[in-house]
């Protein structure tokens, strides 16, 4: 059986050893970027560190936004806030078509609201790396404004499945950013 997990940084040793307990011992092989363990019964976990320094968080959900800077597992600066996009509705006809246009015109107005707060937080050189969450589809399309050009080659992780984002969320992001996703086969 195959699991995905994440383990934060910091309980990674203890983590380790009750992977060992639980598998008969353990080899532990660290490259970079890479955590590799082999347990004496043959159960396998590879992890995928990401480990840099001064970390962007851009967030994006149709009902809240937030971009912050993680500079060494600490939130330096970050804003977060909310605009409204209007849901689907069941009306037919000339109705839905109209809503369909809102919702676009406020989605659109919420990936520029974005886009402006990253260029605030995340100018270039300021991160060394990027992580993406929320909506997929909102998220990349902040990243297409070509102010923020300095952010497509950066390393980047994503956690698409987060809720609407507060500084709570955002918070729990960033942690998340620097924990070691396992995937284990047992």
């Not at 959900?61 to 971009?67: E, F, L, Q």
């Not at 605030?120 to 909506?135: I, T």
């Not at 950013?177 to 086969?185: E, G, H, I, K, P």
Request: net charge neutral.
């Amino acid at each position: 059986m195959t699991r995905l997990i994440e383990v934060d940084a910091h309980r990674l040793d203890r983590w380790v050893d009750g992977f060992a307990a639980r598998h008969d011992g353990v080899t532990r092989s660290v490259e970079p970027g890479r955590v590799l363990l082999v347990g004496g019964d043959g159960a396998r976990a590879v992890g995928e560190t990401f480990e840099h320094e001064h970390i962007g968080l851009v967030l994006v959900r149709r009902g809240g936004h937030a971009v912050g800077v993680d500079e060494g597992g600490e939130l330096t600066s970050h804003t977060c806030g909310t605009r409204y996009v209007q849901s689907r509705t069941k009306a037919g006809g000339w109705s839905q078509q109209r809503y369909s246009r809102r919702r676009g015109n406020q989605a659109d107005s919420v990936v520029s609201a974005v886009a402006e707060l990253a260029c605030k937080h995340l100018p270039p050189g300021r991160v060394d790396a990027l992580v993406l969450g929320g909506d997929r589809t909102l998220a990349e399309q902040v990243l297409t404004d070509p102010r923020l050009a300095h952010l497509g080659d950066l390393e980047r992780r994503t956690l698409w499945n987060l809720p609407d984002p507060r500084l709570s969320v955002l918070e729990d992001a960033a942690r998340r950013s620097r924990a070691v996703r396992f995937t284990l086969d047992d």
